[in-house]
């Protein structure tokens, strides 16, 4: 089992004081007022069992516009504990797919450019934000390296090459999870840049494909 079990870890309250940090720190901003006055009303425990919904992918509808804000201080809270952590300390979980410190799925995986792992594909957790090998050509789901697509957004099919990101789709499994290369875009962001690519997800939803891993920072069918 790896060592932040998402699902089984005993949070500290600390979680719930980062969140409030992450709330003022925005409020001036003056945007997503109500969602942030409701986290703000709420209990710890009601917190709590808010985050415990998120990590377990059954967040509902209607406290989709709180989950981007009850995310960015889950992935606080497990990004400084993640960083606590020794390499050699770690093994792989018995499902390579899933991050070897908290067990979450990747939120994206990104295709290193210098050094000795340039080319390497490494997966990206979209909670603690570890990144782990996996092979490329292979799929980020079930592991299958036969009937793999990717996707980009270009209206000609020789110019998906020249994206910085695709979406890598699995049609034994029928799940997809983009891919970044940090060759055409060494600055790329996992996180952030996943979420500015919504319209690639769009993409796949179309063609029949459910994405395979999360982002924290967004619930489905709220804009």
């Not at 009850?70 to 390499?87: C, D, M, N, W």
């Not at 499902?95 to 340039?118: D, E, F, H, M």
Request: hydrophobic share 40%.
């Amino acid at each position: 089992m790896p060592p932040l079990n998402a699902t089984m870890h005993a949070r500290s309250s600390t979680w719930t004081r980062d969140l409030h940090d992450i709330v003022e720190a925005m409020a001036p901003l003056g945007r997503a007022r109500e969602a942030l006055a409701t986290v703000m009303s709420r209990s710890a425990p009601e917190l709590d069992e808010a985050a415990d919904r998120l990590l377990a992918g059954a967040s509902t509808d209607e406290e989709g516009a709180e989950v981007p804000f009850i995310g960015a201080a889950l992935q606080v809270y497990f990004g400084r504990l993640a960083a606590t952590l020794q390499v050699e300390d770690l093994e792989q979980c018995d499902v390579p797919t899933l991050c070897p410190v908290c067990g979450s799925r990747p939120v994206a995986s990104v295709v290193r450019a210098v050094g000795s792992k340039a080319g390497l594909r490494y997966l990206v957790c979209g909670l603690c934000a570890t990144e782990w090998n996996l092979p490329r050509i292979k799929c980020s789901y079930c592991e299958e390296d036969r009937g793999l697509q990717y996707f980009g957004l270009e209206a000609a099919e020789a110019r998906i090459g020249s994206a910085s990101w695709r979406a890598e789709a699995c049609d034994e499994c029928r799940t997809y999870l983009k891919i970044f290369y940090q060759d055409k875009d060494p600055q790329a962001d996992p996180v952030a840049d996943d979420l500015a690519s919504l319209v690639l997800d769009m993409l796949l939803d179309e063609r029949g494909y459910s994405r395979s891993g999360p982002n924290f920072l967004f619930h489905p069918g709220t804009g």
